[in-house]
């Protein structure tokens, strides 16, 4: 049963009996109230900085920018607005990045290739955790017991043991 103490996301109203598993549901969360969000709603943010820090904050998440270029192209993904489109097939993004990369699944483009074996990846961020299986890093660690591992979506797993998510009927 939750008390006054609780907390609770606005978006979707699930309620969570520790800020920890609130905060993780904010930063972590797909679930289709958050996606559905109305595009009049946001609206740019500028806050005020100093010595230079980042200056636009989205109305809708913590992100913030020092451009406002950045900002906007982030709002895309709060809309669910896809605005890029794959000429090959029926893909639609809302960055020019994810089409450039979706484009090498159509050319087995694969530029990163490993150093210690034959892996090759079309993704700097996948030679970069399988990288980690050969040094055996484990960057990832669980706020709340003393899992560790190499790759962020073994932890948003991991953290599901720990959450109680519960929502409001």
């Known amino acids: ?44 943010k500028s806050t005020v900085s100093s010595g230079g820090g980042k200056k636009f904050a989205c109305t809708v998440c913590e992100y913030k920018s020092k451009d406002s270029g950045n900002l906007k192209s982030h709002m895309r993904t709060n809309t669910n607005e896809k605005t890029f489109a794959c000429a090959v097939c029926e893909y639609k993004c809302s960055q020019s990045t994810s089409l450039k990369h979706h484009m090498r699944t159509h050319t087995n483009e694969n530029p990163f290739a490993c150093t210690e074996c034959e892996y090759k990846s079309s993704r700097s961020f996948s030679m970069k955790a399988h990288m980690r299986t050969h040094t055996n890093e484990k960057p990832f660690a669980c706020p709340v017991c003393e899992y560790k591992c190499s790759v962020s979506s073994n932890l948003k797993k991991h953290m599901r043991t720990h959450t109680k998510e519960k929502s409001v009927a």
């Open 1 to 44: 049963m939750f008390t006054g103490e609780d907390f609770e996301c606005s978006r979707c109203l699930k309620k969570f009996e520790f800020n920890i598993y609130y905060k993780y549901h904010m930063k972590h969360s797909k679930c289709s109230n958050h996606g559905n969000i109305d595009v009049t709603t946001i609206k740019m």
